[in-house]
């Protein structure tokens, strides 16, 4: 199977192993993917973020079938975190999106973070490329429950929804720092519930201190904040529209296209260190190495002496 | 600690059929992630269909499903079918659950690579995993 081509085509089996590949660090997914990104760069990037059991899935699973009804292909990347112990991961994102599993205009992916820390496993960008080359319109990345810091999501999506419910207590307080400076889009879910007003009143207050801070030359857009109660599928029609309006935006004035080039940059970056790490590495000199366990340097020293003595990197 | 696995073995947990009873296949899906595996679960009430198309899109290397209610005589052969007429019958397929003795036969003949019946010992399982995958690298390499 030519995977590179059949992907192209649609072909879910092709596209799936390139994407495994891709997870895997298997040489074959980064050829597949020199062939299929000249196709790539057209889809809309969604991130849907939050703190954990502010229903995700849940909310995915509505704006699929409200993509689905304005007919759009959709793809789906759900993040699941990999246990730090075993290497292993339970990914049951699935269980709440089943309704669309027959649907071949759906696909939906579950990754484990495989110790990537930012919210993200390592291949999200890369399972986003593929999904983006097999011709879905709208890719849904549901990051891991997140806290203040973890905001890969935005350097990857075009488009950040961020979830809020009520009753956490704190939890503006908790995401407040991060992710309320950066979402396109505030969803209050679970808004029939009791403490939804306080919630709203907490994000309102947050949103319009984020607007008084903006610098005069940026984007020109102002989140909305929309309640939602995901497991009735209310809300999300208007959730809906407001991704739309800001993918319209943003294409209209050419971010979007910014954006996508400052997300392949970030990446080359991202693989350079990698790959620069690995090399340095295996190249770490054993006497110094053998000295600072031998407690006859510190640590700073020999890092200091290690890099000194790299030898130079060649061309494979 | 043990080191984390670079390729992890993915494994999709389905339950087939219209019984709730989760617990075995909780507890194997723990098992197999304290074994370094990557399990996808789908959730309760899978069709045939459903388990090979979420199977598809996760590109899993095994999948395995737990049927308590009967029924397993027709739906598995129709999974093993349809995995096989995808162009994904080179996963692995197991199943477990309340599955007679005599069924066996039939099961086996319709693609069903191993049964693991009511108390079978996860540790058993994930020996078993381990040691087709070990195999099948061989093949492959």
């Given at each position: 199977?030519d995977v590179a081509r059949e992907l192209l ?5 092709a596209?799936?192993?390139a ?12 050829q597949v993917?020199?062939s299929v ?280 | ?141």
């Amino acid at each position: 199977m030519d995977v590179a081509r059949e992907l192209l085509s649609g072909n879910v089996l092709a596209g799936a192993r390139a994407i495994r590949w891709l997870d895997d660090r298997d040489r074959r997914g980064a050829q597949v993917l020199s062939s299929v990104f000249p196709h790539t760069g057209r889809a809309q990037i969604i991130g849907v973020t939050g703190p954990p059991g502010a229903g995700k899935s849940t909310l995915a699973n509505a704006m699929i079938t409200e993509q689905r009804r304005r007919g759009r292909r959709v793809g789906v990347v759900a993040i699941d975190p990999t246990s730090p112990f075993s290497g292993g991961a339970i990914l049951g994102d699935r269980v709440r999106m089943a309704r669309h599993t027959l649907d071949p205009g759906v696909f939906i992916r579950s990754v484990g973070t495989r110790g990537h820390a930012g919210g993200l496993s390592r291949s999200t960008h890369d399972t986003c490329l593929i999904l983006d080359a097999m011709g879905y319109d709208v890719i849904f990345v549901e990051t891991v429950g997140v806290g203040q810091d973890e905001i890969d999501i935005v350097a990857l999506a075009h488009t950040t929804i961020i979830i809020g419910v009520p009753g956490l207590g704190d939890e503006v307080q908790a995401i407040k720092a991060g992710l309320m400076e950066v979402g396109d889009v505030f969803v209050i879910n679970k808004a029939d519930r009791e403490g939804y007003e306080a919630t709203r009143q907490q994000f309102e207050l947050m949103l319009h201190l984020r607007e008084e801070a903006r610098p005069a030359d940026a984007f020109d857009w102002s989140p909305p904040l929309l309640p939602a109660v995901a497991t009735r599928d209310e809300g999300i029609a208007g959730i809906i529209d407001a991704t739309d309006r800001h993918g319209s935006k943003l294409r209209d004035s050419g971010e979007f296209a910014r954006m996508s080039g400052r997300r392949e940059r970030a990446q080359a970056l991202a693989l350079m260190g990698e790959e620069m790490l690995r090399i340095a590495m295996e190249r770490a000199d054993a006497e110094v190495l053998s000295a600072v366990e031998a407690r006859q340097i510190d640590p700073y020293e020999a890092a200091r002496l290690l890099v000194h003595r790299l030898s130079p990197v060649q061309e494979e | 600690m043990q080191p984390i696995e670079e390729r992890p073995l993915r494994v999709l947990l389905a339950k087939l059929g219209m019984d709730t009873h989760t617990v075995g296949v909780t507890v194997i899906a723990h098992a197999l992630r304290e074994a370094g595996m990557e399990v996808i679960f789908t959730g309760l009430k899978q069709t045939p269909a459903m388990v090979a198309s979420a199977a598809i899109q996760e590109d899993v290397d095994v999948v395995g499903v737990s049927t308590l209610s009967a029924g397993h005589t027709r739906s598995l052969p129709t999974l093993a079918r349809l995995l096989r007429e995808a162009g994904a019958g080179d996963k692995l397929l197991l199943a477990g659950g309340v599955i007679p003795e005599e069924d066996r036969p039939l099961l086996e003949e319709a693609g069903v690579d191993r049964i693991f019946t009511m108390g079978a010992d996860t540790r058993d399982i994930v020996a078993y995993l381990n040691q087709w995958r070990a195999t099948r690298r061989e093949e492959r390499d």
